[in-house]
């Protein structure tokens, strides 16, 4: 089966320059799905309106490398962008009047900033950044006094820190579990990162201190991206992660074990895969690889993984042959 797709010249000054670099870095909608962020090595952030034939809304400004990531915070929140760049820099943007965008905040890192992510709303307004300085950095907005609180997670990992993901905040089965057993909950505040020394580590932030709680080590090389599912309350969380070594896996861990995570192969690939991301409910994983494919993978009752549909640089979606 095949279904269209949409494509719109993104006009960052470096798409033309050659078809070899990957230069337009990260591309992301807003909750309602109706604005489009994407960022480029030209340095800039740029912003669409989908809704109106891809309308050009505005243009971001102020980093002074390539910028890697963005990402939307909540709604609740106001309309807030986070970006991170090869300069070093985490910048926190708001949107003003008439579509004018203005920076509010600046973190400075040691080296490149690879993967920024905002905390479920449920948190506050939290922002998780991930650099090659090995550290992981969260602020935290204090609403009383306006400004940001940044705890610093020194030596993550031991080369490169390359990728983040919150866990979801709802506590495992919280939907399945008695009303008295819900009302004493808190919600879970918990991290993954990649690394560079192939680790995938999940966090857990214990008082006002951030804890490594676990180190899983399947992969053989740079660990690329790691991506938390959401659970809606289900007895197990999952974890997906990729890597240099062309290797896919998900990871889960339901409240019957003994706190270890059991991980499952997904699929080898003859390509380095860039990046992991789960669908909003959980239950599809998009993996993007080196070879310009996006491809869709599903669980079966069996527990295996099969490649449902591949999205190809022809821009069509092809279910693959049985």
Sequence with gaps: MTTATTTFDTKHEDMILIKLTVIQHDSKFDYYGKRL????????????????????????????????????????????????????????????????????????HLSSVNAVAWAPHELGLVLASASSDSTIV????????NTWDPKVIKDAHDINCNAI???????????????????????????????????????????????CEFKLDKHSDWVRDVAWASNIGLPYDTIASCSQDQNVYVWRRDTNSTGNWNATKVNKFNTVVWRVSWSLMGNLLAVSTADNQVTLWKEGLDGNWTNVSTLTDQNSTTAPSQ
């Design 165 to 211: 993901s919150w866990a979801p905040s709802a506590p495992l089965a919280s939907l399945t579990n008695q009303p008295d057993q819900q009302a004493q909950q808190t919600l879970q505040t918990r991290l993954v990162s990649g690394g560079g020394d192939h680790l995938v580590k999940v966090w857990v932030l214990e008082g006002n201190e951030w804890k």
């Design 37 to 108: 962020a994407t960022c480029s090595s030209d340095r800039t952030i740029k912003i669409f309106d989908v809704t109106q034939d891809n309308k050009p809304l505005a243009e971001l400004k102020g980093h002074e490398g390539p910028v890697w990531q963005v990402a939307w915070a909540h709604p609740q929140f106001g309309s807030i962008l986070a970006s991170c760049s090869y300069d070093h820099k985490v910048f926190i943007w708001r949107e003003g009047q008439n579509n004018q965008w203005s920076k509010i905040y600046e973190y400075k």
């Design 138 to 145: 969260v602020n935290t907005y204090r609403e009383q006094t």
